[in-house]
């Protein structure tokens, strides 16, 4: 499965038969280059301009927008309803978490998560191999919260999204926050995962919850890839 951020919480999934699974694309007031993409499925984890753009895809995707279990091309999405904020939704309303797993990889985007999960959540959302998670705090958690959350889930590898850049167009907390005095991977362009290398990885891996990869956005400088 390959991995493309697209910016803020956007990112492009392909797996190996083809299938392409777009997360949370945003409209051109963000500030990144709008996506210009193909994708048979998108998923969208609230109504908020900046993570439901469906039109930026080509052509008529299936489109996922609800908590619950849901089914498409041979691949189930669990939709897990959760909060954009600390107080139940009643500063920004609702979030919904997407699990799925493509190439036998268990796959979780937080969306806006604005608190730390319940044990509920941990329960229903189970083993996690690659989690997109924001960082970036003011609208969502932030780097202590997201280094809590990390601890929660235990994923293999753990992606973060939603922070400051010199492309974005509001203010939020950097990355910077979230790596201090914390080793990751990258910056890099794209990500190949596999699943049988995040098993062998998980057998001897020394760090708790994983390791982080640091991805670019399009049109950022100095690129690169790795398997």
Known sequence: MQVT??????????ASNGIAVLLDPFDEEV???????QADIVLISHEHTDHNNEKAVRESPLVIRKEGLHSALGIEFLGISTWHDREEGRLRG????????????????????????SDADVKAIGPVNLLFIPVGGVY?????????????????????????????????EP???????????GPLQSLTLRSQGLQE???????????VVLLRYPGERGAGSID
């Not at 990390?150 to 999204?161: E, K, R, S, T």
């Open 31 to 37: 500030g990144y280059p709008l996506p210009d993409v």
């Open 94 to 117: 609702e979030n919904t978490i997407f699990c799925f797993t493509l190439d036998g990889v268990r796959v979780c985007h937080l969306g806006d998560l604005g608190h730390l999960l």
């Open 5 to 14: 951020w697209l910016g803020h919480s956007c990112f492009l999934l392909r």
């Open 175 to 185: 990355v910077d926050d979230f790596l201090k005095g914390r080793e990751y991977e």
């Open 140 to 172: 969502t958690i932030g780097a202590r919260d997201a280094f809590a959350v990390m601890q929660q889930l235990d994923p293999d590898v753990a992606i973060p999204m939603h922070y400051q850049t010199s492309a974005l167009s509001f203010e939020l």
């Open 201 to 211: 990885d998980r057998q001897k891996r020394r760090r708790p919850s994983g390791k």
